[in-house]
């Protein structure tokens, strides 16, 4: 399985970005999809996923209203749009996926996703 990731870059405070995250390797249907993003000198943390279906989506309560996380299956691609971005919106932005998930909540923490991709980097000026 590979997730290439892209759509990453520099903006400033208030701008937005759209990234992409497009799987390859196994059948992308089936999976959850996941963004994380990571901070210099800090921990990586949650963003936002989506179901399978697209059904359910989960946010981090830090970009709740400002980021929207969508999928295309027929191009095996997940998306993550935002918009109104912060210096502290900062980071390298991972995607993550796990396989095999029609009829399973749709998780949150790291350790439920089995693969990740390279990450991408966003910056933000204010």
């Known amino acids: 399985v590979q997730l290439q990731a892209s759509g990453g870059g520099f903006v400033q405070a208030g701008g937005s970005l759209r990234l992409s995250c497009t799987a390859s390797?196994?059948?992308?249907?089936?999976?959850?999809m996941g963004w994380f993003r990571q901070a210099p000198g800090k921990e990586r943390e949650f963003v936002a996923a989506i179901s399978w279906s697209g059904g359910s989506t989960h946010y981090a309560d830090s970009v709740k209203g400002r980021f929207t996380i969508s999928r295309d299956n027929a191009k095996s691609t997940v998306y993550l749009q935002m918009d109104s971005l912060k210096p502290e919106d900062t980071a390298v932005y991972y995607c993550?996926?796990?396989?095999?998930?029609?009829?399973?909540?749709?998780?949150?923490?790291?350790?439920?996703?089995?693969?990740w991709g390279q990450g991408t980097q966003v910056t933000v000026s204010s």
């Open positions: 993550a996926a796990k396989y095999g998930t029609i009829g399973y909540s749709l998780g949150r923490r790291s350790d439920w996703f089995d693969y």
């Open positions: 390797g196994r059948p992308f249907g089936s999976a959850g």
